[in-house]
């Protein structure tokens, strides 16, 4: 018993993070100490109700006594009952309560976290500590917490009740203990170590389950069904071999308590009537004493049995704490400059090096100079991995640069807020995010407050009106994950909307590099020349006609600027342009 209660505190002090949740809520965390205490003192006033009406009822043949004794345990049966009851109730609340909070607070820490995070962490591994770690102190915050605290509170009373009613046969209890509790914690042990490996198992068996059939496409087309199928059989077997030992053991362990316990009992309840044929403790007494015994027996099976349990939670615990204890590494600045108001809409890039792996690492941007004046389209151009979508991104200050400075609207981007920053701009990805909502949700995300008149005037402006048309429910229609039921060109419009309604001054455009059909490409330019009318625009162009169109082509390679000036500039002078043109650019 004393290496588990010295090594069992350190297991389970990532509970204690639990704590100020917990203390959050004042009121039902009284309530509950309140019926905790009155249905443990209530359930140990019954034993000693018991042993009374043996002596004066029982022993003394007088059955008005019986009676009397007979009424007061209901009456404390009665409280008891509804204590336990309003126990049970606060705890769970107050479990639920915990729980709702903890994964709110975690998901919206998560989303403030910087790119880099990330870039580090698989998001598989995030939303399965957001589900399942959270599903764990689910599980077993309500039964196990109010058990554990049950037990404890009845052990203590049970103990001291004991005391109370015979020192003897509490010393005889004590003595005889360790000869039932070593081997039994011995085991419980064991079985912990077995049930972590068999919810190892499981949760790969989850994982497995949720790639393939997240990948149900690919694996019918490289018909992989057999050998997948076989793959999820196997570790099915592994994950029931697991438990079926496990479940052996744990059936070995109820029959060993089983078989101690009632040994202990006979035991003690021998030693208890020699002590009372020698008249040092009366009938009543025993009774009073087994009953409490026995209450201490059992709540001790149950700390036990929670142990285990909330071991679990403890982990699970610190997988969520430990991310709300990463702090982003791109924060506001602590006197935020506030932004011209109305905005300007200018960019400048002076001298601005980066690497994705600090400043020491190989640089992504190398001393990268440009600015675009208001209302101008700048497009970047270059071979691929030459920097052009890092520049976009450190322009929203996904991550911070190494040197140099850029600047939106006269300040450096460092001084502002984040939130000020990016809303300063309406981006529009490569491959457009779209999201497993309704048409209107999706274009709402522009912009959550905009009337539905706004998002129609968005929707025609992007061309996205005219196929909404033919859906069935029309802007209320589901368009599935990622938006499996439109076409690319639909998603692409779609995204066009979202930024239209966003309405910001800058446009930041990564061109889709694969090209459309020429009627839905068409669409798409249409839609664009919409988006940019008006509006400085940084554009990543893959389009001939957006170059075209453009003030200024900057040309990277290699994350240097090597060439700018208009495609006709461009083109008159050969070189590195006219053959990236020539490669890259489709025409519409
Ligand atoms: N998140 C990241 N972490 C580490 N390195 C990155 C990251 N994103 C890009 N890189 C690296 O930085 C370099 C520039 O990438 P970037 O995406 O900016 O190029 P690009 O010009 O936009 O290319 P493409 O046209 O293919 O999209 C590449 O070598 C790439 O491997």
């Not at 965390?29 to 249905?39: K, P, R």
């Not at 101690?260 to 009938?283: I, P, Q």
């Not at 779209?434 to 402006?461: C, H, M, Q, S």
Request: hydrophobic share 50%; net charge neutral.
């Amino acid at each position: 018993m004393v290496p588990e209660t010295s090594v069992e505190p350190r297991r389970l002090r990532p509970l204690r993070r639990l704590v100020p949740f917990i203390l959050a809520y004042p009121v039902r965390l009284t309530l509950t100490v309140l019926f905790l205490l009155t249905s443990a003192i209530s359930s140990l006033a019954i034993p000693a109700a018991l042993g009374g009406a043996i002596d004066e009822g029982f022993v003394a043949q007088n059955l008005e006594n019986v009676g009397r004794y007979g009424w007061l345990i209901v009456t404390i049966a009665a409280i008891m009952a509804i204590a336990s009851g309003a126990r049970f109730y606060f705890i769970s609340v107050i479990g639920e309560r915990v729980l709702a909070d903890l994964r709110q607070a975690v998901f919206s820490h998560l989303l403030r976290l910087d790119a880099k995070y990330f870039d580090t962490n698989r998001i598989g591994e995030l939303t399965s500590r957001l589900n399942g770690d959270v599903a764990v102190i689910r599980g077993a915050v309500g039964s196990s917490f109010s058990l554990a605290l049950r037990s404890l509170v009845t052990i203590i009373g049970a103990l001291v009740m004991m005391i109370l009613t015979s020192p003897v046969l509490t010393l005889a209890v004590v003595i005889a203990l360790p000869a039932v509790l070593v081997p039994v914690m011995a085991f419980s042990r064991r079985l912990r170590g077995m049930s972590r490996k068999t919810q190892d198992a499981l949760a790969d068996l989850s994982a497995m389950a949720t790639e393939m059939l997240g990948a149900n496409r690919t694996v019918k087309a490289f018909t992989q069904e057999g050998v997948q199928s076989r793959l999820y059989d196997e570790r099915s077997e592994a994950s029931y071999r697991a438990e079926t030992r496990r479940l052996a053991a744990r059936s070995i362990m109820v029959a060993m308590v089983i078989f101690l316990g009632t040994a202990a009992l006979v035991g003690l309840v021998w030693w208890g009537a020699r002590s009372v044929f020698e008249g040092s403790v009366s009938a009543g007494q025993l009774a009073q004493f087994l009953v409490y015994a026995l209450m201490a027996a059992g709540a001790l099976t149950n700390v036990s049995e929670v142990l285990g349990t909330l071991q679990m939670v403890a982990g699970s615990t610190e997988r969520l704490t430990e991310i709300l204890d990463t702090t982003p590494r791109i924060q506001d600045p602590k006197k935020p400059l506030p932004l011209p108001q109305p905005p300007l809409g200018t960019v400048e890039f002076d001298n601005v090096t980066f690497s994705y792996d600090g400043p020491e690492g190989e640089p992504v941007l190398d001393g990268i100079s440009f600015s675009v004046a208001r209302g101008q389209t700048v497009a970047l151009v270059g071979p691929s991995g030459s920097g052009k979508s890092t520049a976009l991104s450190l322009l929203q200050r996904f991550y911070d640069i190494d040197g140099g400075s850029i600047r939106v609207d006269g300040l450096d981007i460092r001084d502002v807020a984040l939130h000020d920053l990016r809303s300063r701009f309406a981006y529009v990805e490569q491959e457009p995010i779209i999201f497993a909502g309704t048409i209107e949700e999706n274009i709402l995300f522009g912009k959550p407050d905009a009337g539905r008149d706004e998002v129609i005037a968005a929707a025609r402006a992007a061309l996205v009106d005219d196929f909404v048309a033919d859906l069935p429910l029309g802007y209320d229609t589901v368009v599935g994950e990622r938006g499996v039921m439109l076409s690319g060109g639909q998603k692409q419009r779609l995204a066009i909307a979202r930024a239209i309604l966003r309405n910001a001054p800058i446009l930041l455009l990564d061109e889709a590099t694969s090209a459309l059909d020429a009627q839905s490409e068409h669409l798409v330019q249409l839609a664009l020349e919409h988006l940019m009318a008006g509006r400085t625009t940084l554009v990543i162009a893959h389009r001939l006609a957006t170059i075209r169109d453009a003030s200024t082509i900057l040309v990277l390679e290699g994350g240097r600027i090597i060439d700018q000036g208009s495609h006709d500039q461009l083109v008159g002078k050969g070189g590195r342009y006219a053959e990236l043109a020539k490669l890259q650019f489709r025409t519409a």
